[in-house]
């Protein structure tokens, strides 16, 4: 059985930086694709970013892009998200998923574990 624990959330003015960790038991990732997604209040589960196994491709969403950076580290089975230039609209519960798979996918019923979720918010 593969769990997940994030780690990292917490409270953060408008243009501060976080960062968010995953780290995996039960499984090794090193050949699939761990991502992370969002939920804010009311909101549905959004994709965030995804990085394969072997860390050689990621993809982001558009509003993350050149602020954000996935990457992994295959001998600690973790993963990590490095948040920078955070917005208020950045305010959510983050989530790790892992999808048994080598093909990234920005969906969340592509994935097949998830954690239980960090909160960040994010204040103007």
């Known amino acids: 059985q593969v769990q997940l624990l994030e780690s990292g959330g917490g409270l953060v003015q408008a243009g501060g930086s976080l960062r968010l960790s995953c780290a995996a038991s039960?499984?090794?990732?090193?050949?699939?694709?761990m991502g992370w997604f969002r939920q804010a209040p009311g909101k549905e589960r959004e994709f965030v970013a995804a990085?394969?196994?072997?860390?050689?491709?990621?993809y982001y969403t558009d509003s993350v892009k050149g602020r954000f950076t996935i990457s992994k580290d295959n001998a600690e089975n973790t993963v990590h998200l490095q948040m920078n230039a955070l917005k208020p609209e950045d305010t959510a519960v983050y989530y790790c998923?892992?999808?048994?798979?080598?093909?990234?996918?920005?969906?969340?019923?592509?994935?097949?574990?998830w954690g239980q979720g960090t909160q960040v918010t994010v204040s103007s």
């Open positions: 990085i394969r196994g072997s860390g050689s491709s990621t």
């Open positions: 039960g499984r090794s990732t090193s050949r699939y694709v």
């Open positions: 998923a892992l999808r048994t798979s080598f093909v990234i996918v920005t969906v969340a019923p592509g994935y097949n574990y």
